[in-house]
């Protein structure tokens, strides 16, 4: 029987848990601090009370019964004894290794690292807590920094809660680039149509240099903000090795990281070049790295012939406030407006439903479309 380790439960480390366990004479070790697999990309409903905070969570317990869960943070990967340390220093030895060890924000501008971010559960509570009292107290104006999909999204409900709210907060949104589509000029005129028409003031081509407090620095202009939030991207989390890690491990064709024939990368934590170019860091990437993987390990076992990964981006689509979303299919159609939007949630809620096998999704989803913010209680 061969030992896959796993590092990590989120997109790659969980999806390829989920179908290694699947297969005769493999054991799956997944190491993961938590209890659940988070579906990142239903939090910013949770922050802004769109959903419960249960929704986006997937109890190991119930979909990982064909796995072995250790509760706890990888320290050390032993690259010549094949073995990986744990926090408690207990060791285990593997077959095969997948690095997917997660994300953590990316706060590189001076004055950000207290400031609120969008990363995790945890995150989206604090908030939503932060919105509250905003109301509670009566402050007027909240600074946003980040232009990618966490920042479009959550400035965007945001705007959108305080419109229904009938409150009036000046919402900043400070782009280091000049679009939100670099190389797609359609879809970024689109969507600042769409975030002036909520109100959201955006600020392209004003990078932030410094937060002081309550305030934000520009290149161009200082503000004075009562909340500020911080989506500036992720960085992938570095667990120590002899491993050469520059922004991720470098993989090759087969994810394997160069230079190692048992140890995968997965996610934010590959360097996967594609013609030149680095794979983003979506979830659908590290979905189809997953599987991927796992059906590399299967061939190997079998010693059938391998063929290499060959990553094709479905689309992107990205919600701007209550049924609305944008973004581009196969590259090639654009979706805007509510067929985007049902599109993408829906996608989302059965991506779940499949794993949770809970028929009160559905009812969270509907009253989720039919009464929205239900669960943003002042």
């Given at each position: 029987m061969k030992r896959v380790i796993i590092i990590g439960g989120g997109f790659g480390g969980f999806y390829s848990s989920l179908a290694l366990q699947k297969i005769p004479n493999i054991q799956t070790v997944l190491i993961d601090p938590t209890d659940y697999f988070l579906y990142i990309p239903l939090i910013h409903e949770v922050s802004v009370g769109e959903i419960p905070k249960s929704i986006p969570q997937i109890p190991y317990k119930n979909t990982l019964q064909g796995t072995i869960h250790i509760k706890s943070k990888a320290k050390k990967i032993i690259l010549k004894e094949k073995i990986v340390q744990l926090d408690n220093d207990r060791t285990i030895s593997w077959d095969y290794l997948i690095i997917a060890p997660g994300s953590l924000p990316n706060l590189f501008i001076k004055g950000t690292e207290n400031k609120l971010t969008l990363n995790n559960l945890d995150d989206a509570i604090k908030i939503r807590n932060s919105l509250r009292n905003l109301i509670n107290h009566k402050e007027n104006s909240i600074g946003l920094i980040g232009e990618g999909p966490t920042g479009i999204?959550?400035?965007?409900?945001?705007?959108?809660?305080?419109?229904?709210?009938?409150l009036k907060v000046e919402i900043h949104q400070f782009m280091y680039f000049k679009r939100y589509f670099r190389d797609d000029p359609p879809l970024d005129i689109m969507l600042k149509r769409r975030m002036r028409k909520l109100g959201v003031k955006i600020h392209p081509g004003e990078p932030v240099r410094e937060v002081i407090n309550k305030k934000i620095i520009t290149e161009k202009n200082e503000y004075e903000l009562d909340v500020i939030f911080v989506c500036t991207g992720v960085k992938p989390?570095?667990?120590?090795?002899?491993?050469?890690?520059?922004?991720?491990y470098p993989v090759d064709d087969y994810c394997l990281v160069k230079g190692y024939k048992s140890v995968y990368a997965i996610g934010d934590a590959s360097l996967y070049q594609k013609n030149g170019n680095k794979l983003p860091n979506l979830a659908q990437v590290a979905e189809k790295q997953a599987k991927y993987i796992v059906f590399d390990i299967c061939r190997r076992i079998h010693n059938k012939k391998r063929k290499k990964f060959d990553p094709q981006i479905s689309g992107i689509l990205i919600s701007a406030g209550k049924y609305f979303a944008i973004?581009?299919?196969?590259?090639?159609?654009?979706?805007?407006?509510?067929?985007?939007?049902?599109?993408?949630?829906?996608?989302?809620?059965?991506?779940?439903f499949l794993v949770k096998r809970k028929f009160n999704l559905i009812k969270h989803y509907i009253i989720s479309c039919f009464f929205p913010n239900k669960f943003f209680i002042i």
């Amino acid at each position: 029987m061969k030992r896959v380790i796993i590092i990590g439960g989120g997109f790659g480390g969980f999806y390829s848990s989920l179908a290694l366990q699947k297969i005769p004479n493999i054991q799956t070790v997944l190491i993961d601090p938590t209890d659940y697999f988070l579906y990142i990309p239903l939090i910013h409903e949770v922050s802004v009370g769109e959903i419960p905070k249960s929704i986006p969570q997937i109890p190991y317990k119930n979909t990982l019964q064909g796995t072995i869960h250790i509760k706890s943070k990888a320290k050390k990967i032993i690259l010549k004894e094949k073995i990986v340390q744990l926090d408690n220093d207990r060791t285990i030895s593997w077959d095969y290794l997948i690095i997917a060890p997660g994300s953590l924000p990316n706060l590189f501008i001076k004055g950000t690292e207290n400031k609120l971010t969008l990363n995790n559960l945890d995150d989206a509570i604090k908030i939503r807590n932060s919105l509250r009292n905003l109301i509670n107290h009566k402050e007027n104006s909240i600074g946003l920094i980040g232009e990618g999909p966490t920042g479009i999204e959550l400035a965007s409900e945001i705007a959108e809660l305080l419109n229904k709210l009938n409150l009036k907060v000046e919402i900043h949104q400070f782009m280091y680039f000049k679009r939100y589509f670099r190389d797609d000029p359609p879809l970024d005129i689109m969507l600042k149509r769409r975030m002036r028409k909520l109100g959201v003031k955006i600020h392209p081509g004003e990078p932030v240099r410094e937060v002081i407090n309550k305030k934000i620095i520009t290149e161009k202009n200082e503000y004075e903000l009562d909340v500020i939030f911080v989506c500036t991207g992720v960085k992938p989390v570095l667990i120590e090795s002899e491993l050469d890690f520059k922004n991720g491990y470098p993989v090759d064709d087969y994810c394997l990281v160069k230079g190692y024939k048992s140890v995968y990368a997965i996610g934010d934590a590959s360097l996967y070049q594609k013609n030149g170019n680095k794979l983003p860091n979506l979830a659908q990437v590290a979905e189809k790295q997953a599987k991927y993987i796992v059906f590399d390990i299967c061939r190997r076992i079998h010693n059938k012939k391998r063929k290499k990964f060959d990553p094709q981006i479905s689309g992107i689509l990205i919600s701007a406030g209550k049924y609305f979303a944008i973004g581009r299919i196969l590259n090639i159609l654009i979706l805007k407006g509510f067929l985007a939007w049902f599109a993408k949630r829906s996608l989302y809620f059965l991506k779940i439903f499949l794993v949770k096998r809970k028929f009160n999704l559905i009812k969270h989803y509907i009253i989720s479309c039919f009464f929205p913010n239900k669960f943003f209680i002042i």
